[in-house]
C-alpha cells in the first residue's frame, strides 16, 4: 500500500543578509549553519513534523517544506512562482537593522500581490496603493511567524518590536540567536512558538476546522496544564 506523503509548503521572506537561511537550518536539522551564503532564487530544505489532532488520536506525520527566497530587491519580479499555494509564511528581520524590520510590510504586501494575481507594475513599497492592509493580513491570509535574528548582536542597543508587530498581526513571533542552537532547544520559547506555528501551517491545509482552538501543541500544552493542576489538589 502506498504511503500517504502529506506535505505543507511554508515560505520564509525578508531582506537579503537577515540570515533566513541559518534559521531555516537551524528549524530543519537542529543544527548550526556553519558557512552560510547569499541565496539565489530559491533554496528548499524539508522537516518532518509529528501532528496530532487531539490528546487522544495517533500523530500523523508531514512534510515541512521551508522554501528560503531570496532577498534580493533585483530579483523581485522572478520571485511570485514561489509563492503560489503556501500554507504559511516566516517574515525575518535583523533585530541591529530596523530598516528590514520596516521592510516586512513590504514582503507581507508582495506575497499578497502575488498569491491574488496582482502582478501589475505596483511596486512593493506601494502598500497603500496596493489596497492590501497587513494589520488584517492574519484573519483573510496564512499563518504568519516573525523572527528577529542576530539577538546576540543587540546587546547595548534598541531592538526593532518583534512582539509589537506579531500582535499587530494576531502572530507568533520570536527573537533568535541562530548562532547558538540552545536558543531552540525542546524547551525554549523559541522552539514552542515554531512548532505552534507549523501546527497551525498544517490546520491551515488539512484540518480548516480547527483554526480558531489553538494550535496541536497549544491544546496538548493546556492538557499538561490541567493535569497538573489536577494531580496538586
Not at 2 to 14: E, F, P, S
Not at 63 to 78: L, Q
Not at 106 to 118: F, P, S, V
Not at 158 to 172: H, I, M, W, Y
Amino acid at each position: 500500500m502506498a504511503t500517504d506523503y502529506r506535505k505543507v509548503k511554508i515560505l520564509v521572506l525578508g531582506d537579503s543578509g537577515v540570515g533566513k537561511s541559518s534559521l531555516v537550518h537551524v528549524i530543519t536539522e537542529g543544527e548550526v549553519l556553519a558557512n552560510p551564503v547569499s541565496t539565489v532564487g530559491c533554496v528548499v530544505d524539508v522537516k518532518l513534523h509529528e501532528y496530532s489532532r487531539s490528546m487522544s488520536s495517533s500523530p500523523v506525520s508531514f512534510f515541512v517544506e521551508f522554501w528560503d527566497v531570496g532577498g534580493s530587491m533585483s530579483h523581485e519580479k522572478g520571485r511570485g512562482i514561489f509563492y503560489q499555494q503556501a500554507n504559511g509564511v516566516i517574515l525575518v528581520h535583523d533585530s541591529t537593522n530596523r530598516k528590514s524590520h520596516n521592510n516586512l510590510s513590504k514582503w507581507l504586501t508582495e506575497y499578497h500581490r502575488y498569491k491574488t494575481g496582482r502582478t501589475d507594475s505596483l511596486a512593493p513599497q506601494d502598500t497603500n496603493e496596493s489596497g492590501f492592509d497587513p494589520e488584517k493580513f492574519i484573519e483573510q491570509e496564512v499563518p504568519l511567524l516573525i523572527v528577529g535574528t542576530k539577538e546576540d548582536q543587540v546587546s547595548g542597543r534598541r531592538s526593532p518590536p518583534t512582539q509589537r508587530s506579531g500582535n499587530l498581526l494576531g502572530a507568533n513571533s520570536i527573537t533568535m540567536n541562530c548562532k547558538d542552537i540552545q536558543h531552540f532547544s525542546l524547551s525554549s520559547q523559541q522552539f514552542i512558538e515554531t512548532m505552534k506555528f507549523i501546527d497551525k501551517a498544517v490546520e491551515h491545509k488539512y484540518y480548516p476546522s480547527l483554526r480558531q482552538t489553538g494550535s496541536s501543541l497549544e491544546r496538548r500544552l493546556a492538557f499538561n496544564r490541567r493535569q497538573a493542576l489536577n494531580t496538586q489538589t
